[in-house]
């Protein structure tokens, strides 16, 4: 009689997994526990190490599954407010974004062990470089860098200048992946991983330096640097309101944005995201100067603008400068549009989609000019909503258009409320924030009901407002020069990062067809042939005749 395997060795695995999501989450931007990012990969780690690379597919998609359920719970209040769902249609729509997502943890323990096991490749090395590499190139409508629970080190962070978030996610997960090797060593021969732990150190203290000099140079820069003084305005009014109550919200702006302007100078006002609808006839017409209160102050504000160009009037969430007297001296066009929020992917094919979407969903087009706006003698870098949480998007809006003038700073104007009041405002904060380091440019921020604020170039979140508060805010900002690696090369980390992963992966395809091809060829036999039996007598009488 035999018995079978344990359930509870059956079951530790996917506990592991369980364990492994709720520490990634826990660890991450909101919740704010960051060293728990450093350890959060071992027990997936750990209940994928003996078993086949399918089965640890379906552990880390578990593990991935929990994760950004813990990370994107927000998002039943987003399907609650975007698309007008009941809360069990909610709460499926988060299963199905989390179970989608997942999928990227899942194929990380997948890779990880087909390559692991398959080519005797160190996980160390192994884990960090399949992860970075699904980051880069996995498709995802909200990014979710696991670099980013690092936002408060910024000693720690300062790679991304050289690597973008890339970087630090790829030590966060080399971290784990050396952790882990460590105690297993320790667990199965009861020897400590000196020369892995010795790397890893070195490699940290390495970050570390070079985050302390950068860190003292760039704030060498910022001190030197001209600045501007930029009002922000936080009327902590929801989305709703903008249809509901357009001339309240608007006579909020105006006398915040009063009060602000006298009580001291300001070079620039800012808006959030949609505060006004716009019907132009051209994107240079004057504006009256009232509407922004009469401030006599250069006012950088969102809005749903429709203008006549080629034809009928299209609608984009646009971002419009306006001089003293209100003329329209530059705009912006949203380029990367919230799908099913701001539009319904091939929408415009089959436009009957757009008959059986919630009235709440938008229609709206994309932007196509990446110019910087003019601002006096300097250069703004304008994006809209989580335009800001998109390396590439911010990169390609760095680059200075045709004519490659290069912005001096970046301004992003966000319309959070949608997620209620959750962990989603910081962990938009948290990953713009990368873009400052990155970029070396201060980042300011103004959203309607918050977080809004001031990052400088270190990545540091210099000043903020609460979460559904109604606040001003003002801070000089740099207007700084000059172009990082990162700015220059772009995710170079994440493109040898997939190189690496599929020659580990391909190495591993191969050699797992010749064992199976040599576990389906017949043996030979052994027995030898009677022509070749011979007594040791005669075979000694051979011999001695040759």
């Not at 890779?111 to 192994?126: E, H, K, L, N, P």
């Not at 070195?202 to 970050?207: K, M, N, S, T």
């Not at 003329?327 to 701001?342: A, Q, S, W």
């Not at 300097?378 to 004519?403: K, T, W």
Request: charged share 15%; aromatic share 10%; proline share 5%.
């Amino acid at each position: 009689m035999t018995s079978g395997r344990h359930p509870l060795k059956t079951a530790l695995p996917w506990f592991a997994a369980l364990t492994g999501g709720l520490l990634v989450f826990l660890g991450y931007a909101g919740f704010d526990q960051f060293y728990l990012e450093w350890i959060c990969l071992i027990p997936v780690l750990w209940a994928i190490r003996d078993t086949r690379p399918g089965r640890a597919f379906f552990i880390g998609w578990l593990a991935g599954i929990v994760m950004n359920i813990g990370g994107f719970y927000w998002a039943i209040e987003m399907f609650r407010q975007f698309a007008g769902a009941a809360w069990p249609l909610a709460a499926l729509g988060l299963l199905l974004l989390a179970a989608a997502n997942g999928i990227l943890l899942a194929v990380w323990a997948w890779a990880t062990r087909m390559i692991t096991r398959d080519t005797g490749w160190s996980v160390v090395w192994v884990s960090p470089v399949v992860w970075t590499a699904l980051e880069k190139f996995w498709p995802e409508i909200f990014p979710y860098y696991l670099g980013a629970s690092q936002y408060k080190l910024s000693l720690v962070t300062q790679i991304a200048d050289l690597t973008g978030i890339l970087g630090v996610t790829f030590i966060v997960v080399y971290i784990n992946s050396t952790l882990f090797a460590a105690l297993e060593q320790w667990s199965e021969k009861r020897m400590i991983a000196t020369r892995q732990l010795l790397v890893c150190t070195a490699v940290l203290a390495a970050v570390l330096i070079y985050g302390q000099v950068r860190i003292r140079a760039v704030d060498r820069q910022v001190a030197a640097a001209a600045k501007l003084t930029i009002g922000l305005v936080q009327a902590n009014r929801g989305a709703g309101d903008k249809d509901a109550h357009p001339e309240s919200l608007l006579r909020e702006h105006q006398e915040m944005s009063r009060t602000l302007a006298a009580s001291q100078a300001l070079d620039l006002v800012v808006w959030p995201e949609s505060v006004l609808g716009l019907n132009l006839a051209s994107r240079e017409e004057s504006l009256p100067a009232a509407l922004f209160g009469d401030t006599h102050t250069p006012t950088l504000f969102g809005a749903i603008l429709r203008i006549g160009e080629n034809g009928a009037p299209r609608a984009h969430s646009s971002a419009l400068l306006t001089d003293s007297g209100g003329r329209i001296i530059g705009t912006y066009d949203k380029m990367v549009l919230v799908p099913f929020g701001e539009y319904i992917p091939f929408g415009e094919t089959f436009p009957a989609l757009y008959a059986l979407a919630p009235p709440s969903t938008g229609r709206f087009w994309p932007g196509k000019n990446p110019e910087p706006i003019a601002f006096g003698k300097y250069l703004l870098a304008v994006n809209i909503c989580y335009e800001d949480i998109f390396p590439g998007q911010i990169r390609s809006l760095m680059q200075g258009g045709h004519n490659r003038r290069i912005p001096h700073v970046m301004i992003n104007l966000t319309n959070d409320s949608w997620y209620g009041k959750s962990t989603e405002p910081i962990e938009h904060l948290a990953l713009a924030s990368f873009r400052s380091i990155e970029q070396r440019r201060s980042l300011v921020r103004s959203t309607n009901t918050g977080i809004s604020a001031f990052v400088d170039p270190v990545g540091r979140i210099v000043k903020r407002s609460g979460i559904w508060t109604r606040e001003t805010l003002v801070e000089r900002v740099p207007m700084m020069q000059g172009r990082t690696v990162y700015a220059l090369s772009g995710d170079w980390l994440g493109w040898v990062c997939a190189l690496l992963s599929l020659a580990g992966i391909g190495q591993a395809l191969v050699v797992s067809t010749r064992r199976a091809t040599s576990s389906q060829t017949p043996l030979k036999s052994t027995i030898p042939h009677p022509r070749q039996c011979s007594t040791p007598g005669k075979r000694q009488r051979r011999e001695k005749r040759h």
